[in-house]
Structure formats: structure tokens, C-alpha cells
């Protein structure tokens, strides 16, 4: 009886764990059913469908990454995020060190359109822009897709980076000035190592944002082989929607790199999530 | 030792070219590091935003010609059943996400307050789902609550009936449903948020809760919610923004059926521009969109103007 008195204390941190292990429940079941369904025949599943496998069938996740054309979308993926990485750290890394170090005139200016566009939904400008991107003949092209991931990250990015950079104390730069670096020098050889974390932070967030990303992918490209990752995943899922034990296997095979990326750095995950990337 | 030399040099030139060079140097190269990001988001985002004023206003296929019609694609909105439905729908959407995720996280955020090393562990496990991408977040849920292989049919095997049910499939029920699921995916998100404002809360504050007497109740109502009342309330008002904006789990899940009983502004403007092709009318839809969150800002705003501490 002694841990029911425990559990009644003011201090006692019981109740807590009750209940957080109910949350747990909650939010990890789900993934959990996914890793086993992804290891089971389709018999099994079928008079199993929660419990965990008798037998790992491994050859799951080799089927569905034929089947679900995984070597192309994984590719096309790939592709997206580091490219929307490398320029919104470059486009974006610059700007925020002229806005942070530069002082530029009429930059307020620059910062508001940058708070409009953030708030603006997404839905307004979809139309034109497709309008847009179909006279430039950047439909079904994966680098016009990267240009829209750049300038809808664009705000966050500058917001976090140019934070960091205000930071910044101003001696390493004036001591280079003097010793004849340029503008340019400064950003490359003095302020990118001293701020690269706050660069991680932003690189970790856009491109996680990218490699899950799917209503803009969905609307830009239409052509199977140039799919990423979501949308051919979606496609695979309403294909192959009796078959669960191919759809989880390809599912785990889709999120393992974020797990493993957010599990080893979820500190910095986290801060640029709760900082800046202010999304659904 | 370049820029030493330049300076010298520029010492010997005539007053008005040394006055140039400076003024390029402080007023223009700073532009130049802007400029390329600058071009790229009026691109994509700033001139579109602002043609879709004018598209609005006309009869468009998205090819050819576009006719000005004036007001006429605003004057069918408000005939139009389907987009009433769908408006209908993200206000039922909005009431459940400024409330159901928010007691959720508020909840989880204030148990995970008191714990130490545990909490972090706890905190990473809880934010999971956040992370995990809504194509596969959807597909996880879509087998969880089918009636053939889902909960349902586990819990009527072992004797508890009734939630053998389609529930993404019953116009009752599909809008309910695929909330749940997004839902499943996004509180986390206002977990983490809570928590790190509930963390900056001084605690003597609780100390003196406690001195006093409080109880856990007590102590959430008076002490952890004022604490953190500017963060819940500004994530109040994204997330009522955000609840206008909602496209991707009823999309994957349902694409706005059966029946258009989970149909959102978003789904209807995706089939009117992309399935339909009525431009002009899409971009009506959307820019009624931008003003209903454009409404909920300045609710905020007027609140604030008028005093309120929000």
C-alpha cells in the first residue's frame, strides 16, 4: 500500500509518470504497429494485424524498394533538400549577415515584406505561380520546386540568421576590416565559423520541412519519375492499399533518415523549431 | 593590407569620385548580399500573391485569355453551396484544433515540467510524430482505423463491438476522423513550445504556490497559465490561421469526401484550379482564404489595441 500513499503525496512525481506513460502509448503504439507490420507476411497480418511478427520477413523492405521505385524518388528527395539547403543558407546566410553586420539603408523595408510574406497563406499565391512556373517551363522540373522551397523558407531562415548574427561581437570583424578583407571575406572567413550551429539549426529544419513536404510537390509535379519521396509514397499507398506489410516497409524506409537525423541532434532540432520555424 | 592601400589611394583622388566609392561601398554592396533572395521570393511569392488580385477578378482557364468579370467570381461564392460547406467544415476545424491539441499539450507540458533527466527523454519520444511526414503519419492512421485490419476489428474480435467502423469512409464522420490523425501528428509541436515557456517561469513562483497551500490545480491555473500566457495565446491565433490553410491530411486521406463531407477551402480550390480549371475562380477562393486569416489577425490586433493582454 506504501506506493499508493506515495502516489497521493504533494511532491511526488508518480503521478507524472502515470501519465506521461499514457501519452507514450499514444504517440509511439502506432510507429511501433508500423515496424512490425513491416515485418510480417500477409497472412500473418491479416490474423495479426497489432501484434508483433512470429517470423521477420525482411524481403518486405527489398520488395518495396522495387516496387515503390525507391532508388528514383530517394534520388529526386535527395536532390530537393540539398539544394533547397545550399541556397537557402547561401541566399539566405547572406542576406542575413548584410541585414545583421551591413546595416543597410531601408532595410526595415526588406524585414516587413519578409513578416507579410510569411503570413501570407500559401493558397493565395498558388495559382499564379503555378501560371508563372508553367510560362517558364519550371512544371515537372525538380529545380523549380527547389526555388519555391528557397523562397518559402526564405523568412525563417533570415529571421534565425540574422538572430545569430546581431550576436555577434563586433572586434573579429573590425580587426579584419583592417587588415583589408572585403565584405565578402568577412561573411566567409570570419562570421560563417563563429555562427555555423545556428546554420545547422536552419539546414536541419528547412530540410527536414523539404524531405516530408507535399502539397507543393503534389501541385508542381505531375511526371512519376520525377516524384519525391511523399508524393510517390502516396501514390504507392493507394496502389498497393491492401498489401500493409509493403506500405509500412516502405513507410520505415522513408522516415529512418529523419529519425535518426532528429534522434542525434534533436537539441538543435528542437531550438530551431521553437525559435523561428513558427509552421504547421 | 589591400584595403589599407585602396584607402590611401582613395585619399589622392578627387573629392567627388572618393565620395562615390564610399557611397557604393556602404549603401550598395550591403543591397547586393540581399538582392538575389530578394528577386527570387517577389518571384515566387510577392508577384504571384499580388496577381491573384487581379486573376480573382476575372473568367480564366489558366490558359489564353483571361475576361474581367469585375466582382462576379466573389458574388458566386456567396451562392455557392460547395464552398459553404467547405467554409463550414474549417470552422469545425478550427474549433477543434483551438482546443483539443492545446488541453492536450497544455496538459503533458505541465507533467513534464517537474521531471529532471527523464523529462528529456520523455520530451523526444512525445515530439515523435511531429516529425514523422504527413504522407506516412496518414497511412499509419488509414490501417489504424480501417474496419478490416485496424483497432476496430482487433477490439470486436476480443468481445468490445463498435468501433469496427470506416470512419474515414461515413460522411458522418471522415472530417472527425482525419482531424484525429492530424491531431495525432501536430500537438507535440505545442508541447514543446509550452514547455520551454513553462521552463522560463521563475520558480520561487511555484515555491510561493506552494507555501501557500496550492494543489496541483492550483498551481496550473495561477501559476504555470499566467507564465505562460503570451506564448498560448499567440499560438491561439497561428493555429486559428492555420486552421484556414489545412490541406494535407484531408487531401491524402479523403481528397474531401465521400460526399464532400470533409471538404476544406483548400481542397476545393485545389480541384477548382487544378481539376477544373477555373483560375479566376481559385484565386477568389484563395484570396477569401487570406482574409479570413487576415480576420483573425486583426481580432488579435484590435484585442490588443483595446488593452487586452493577448
Partial sequence: MNWIIRFRQRDSLLPNYAVLTLYLLFALLPLLILVFNSLKSRPELANDPLGPPNVLHFENFSNAWVMGKFSTTTRNSAFLVVSTVTLVLTLGGLASFSLARLNPPGSNIFMALMVVGATLPIWLFMVPLFILWRKLGLINNLFGLVLIYTAMNAPIAIFLLRSYMVQLPADFEDAARVDGANDLQIFTNVVLPLVWPGFLTVGLVVGMGVWGEFQIALIFVTNPDLFPITTSYWQFTSRFSRDWTLTSAAALM?????????????????????????RM | MGELIASIESRRMPLKKRSHQRFFRLKVVPWLFILPILILYIMVVIGPSLAAFYYSLTDWSGIGKATFIGLENFKEIFLDTNYHKALQNNLKWLAMFVTIPFALSLFAASMLRGLKKSGMVFRTLLFLPYIIPSVVAAAIWRNLLSPRVGLGSVLADIGIPGLDFAFLGSTKTALYAIAFVDNWHFWGYLMILFLAAMQAIPVDLYDAAKVDGANRGQE????????????????????????FLTFDYVWILTQGGPARSSEVLSTYLYKQAFNRFEAGYASAIGLSMSLFAGMILGIFIYLRRRGWEV
Avoid: K
Fill in chain 1, 254 to 278: 522513408m522516415i529512418a533518415p529523419i529519425l535518426v537525423l532528429f534522434l542525434s541532434l534533436q537539441r538543435r532540432f528542437i531550438e530551431g523549431l521553437t525559435q523561428g520555424g513558427i
Fill in chain 2, 220 to 243: 496550473f491555473l495561477h501559476v504555470t497559465i499566467p507564465g505562460i500566457r503570451p506564448t498560448l495565446i499567440f499560438m491561439v491565433m497561428m493555429v486559428a490561421v492555420w486552421s
